[in-house]
């Protein structure tokens, strides 16, 4: 029986904000930017070219937090729709639209997906996922990441 995944539109609301503020620093040349009322310097975003690029990133995350989360390798590959990427647990998969729109070769979405291979408990979106997801997010891009993610979570209502 899987639990309800009630979370999932507040997780959501929260990455697209945060990848909105990724956006705007990215653009403005990733300087301070004021971060509900504290100056924080935001770590630059990867951005990837192919399916292949994606790969390579996700065997470096698996290999350098490998001591913090034990897991099998990762399988990527490309996806006919456009409109979101997604992770298959019960091949290892991380699925990402590569043709059309490149909206999810991007390090946050990558780092989403990777979290859902971390996290396996239900529901899917649940507080074991968004506390894996900032845990991640800091190791890998910095604790400006993680503090962004905890932040917005928080402020959507997401546990």
Known sequence: MSLRDIQRSKVYAAETFVRTIFDRAAETGLGPIDFFGEQITLPPEAKFSSVEAVQDYVDRVLELVGHRWPAPSVRVRARRGVTAAHYEPTSSTIAVPERQSRWALRELVV???????????????GPEFTGTFCELAAAVMGPEAGHVLRVVYAKEGAR
């Open 111 to 125: 780092l989403h997906e990777i979290a859902h291979h971390l996290s396996s408990a239900a529901p899917a979106h």
